[in-house]
């Protein structure tokens, strides 16, 4: 049989799905940035004045379930960021907000890995983040649990602890951007479609990770993600 592909196309990443044998495949990966108003300020900026944004990873950065993050070149300054992760089943444009939730399949814990020396350069330079987020390995995921299963969390503890020592703390009431805006914000400016994930931004107190690192968190009433540095 002639394949209609000059090679092998590559392979549908995908992220488990809690309580089910099948897998939940990703389209794109959307984040948001500066969604926490102690994030913005402990990274120079006034939250008052700038409004949350948004930039891409793509699917082939995943690492799901976590396990282990390899140290990634070109950096001597690699920052964790632990997020919601939320997980589109339809999508479409100009979602209105009110109709927002009935788009999400379910959530999950992610990692928005960042080399901030290569970020901090790009955002000096005028010039895109791409480097900064969107290196391999820089979106560690957990399972994805259904909204089933857990409804549409608005509050709950998100945290991450670094060699058992708590670094970043922050509860997902504390979110400048509400889940059903980012889908509605964001679906205005791309055609949202089933697959999408959306990281929604980390609370405050990131910071520079080393080989050898053991990373925990999660956000309380969805689930926890682990990961080594190595
Ligand atoms: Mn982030």
């Known amino acids: 049989m002639v394949s209609e592909y000059v090679f092998a196309p590559p392979p549908v990443a995908s992220l488990a799905v809690r309580g089910s ?44 379930d976590g396990g282990e993050f390899p140290y990634p070149d070109k950096s001597g300054d690699v920052h964790y ?14 979602i209105p907000q009110d109709r927002a939730l009935d788009c999400v399949y379910g959530y999950a814990v992610g990692l928005d890995m960042t080399r901030r020396d290569l970020q901090g350069e790009a955002k000096k330079m005028g ?37 058992g020592e708590l670094r970043q703390e922050g509860d997902l009431n504390q979110m400048i951007w509400k889940v059903p805006e980012i889908i509605a914000y964001l679906s205005g400016l791309f055609t949202l479609a089933a697959g999408d994930l959306v990281f929604s931004g ?12 053991v990373l925990r968190g999660g956000v309380d009433g969805v689930g926890g993600i682990a990961l080594t540095v190595i």
Request: charged fraction near 25%; charge should be negative; proline fraction near 8%.
């Open 21 to 64: 044998e099948r897998r939940f495949p990703v389209h794109r990966i959307y984040c948001v940035g500066r969604n926490y108003a102690a994030h913005a300020i402990e990274m120079g900026h006034d939250p008052d004045r700038e409004a949350p944004f948004f930039f891409q990873k793509n699917p082939d950065t995943l690492v799901a």
């Open 202 to 213: 980390t609370p405050a107190g990131v910071g520079a990770t080393v080989r050898g690192d």
């Open 127 to 163: 010039r895109p983040w791409e480097v900064g987020k969107a290196f391999d390995h820089s979106a560690p995921c957990s399972a994805i649990v259904p909204a089933d299963v857990i409804g549409h969390p608005t509050s709950g503890r998100v945290w991450l602890e670094v060699n």
């Open 81 to 94: 960021e632990l997020e919601l992760v939320v997980a589109l089943a339809c999508g479409g444009k100009d």
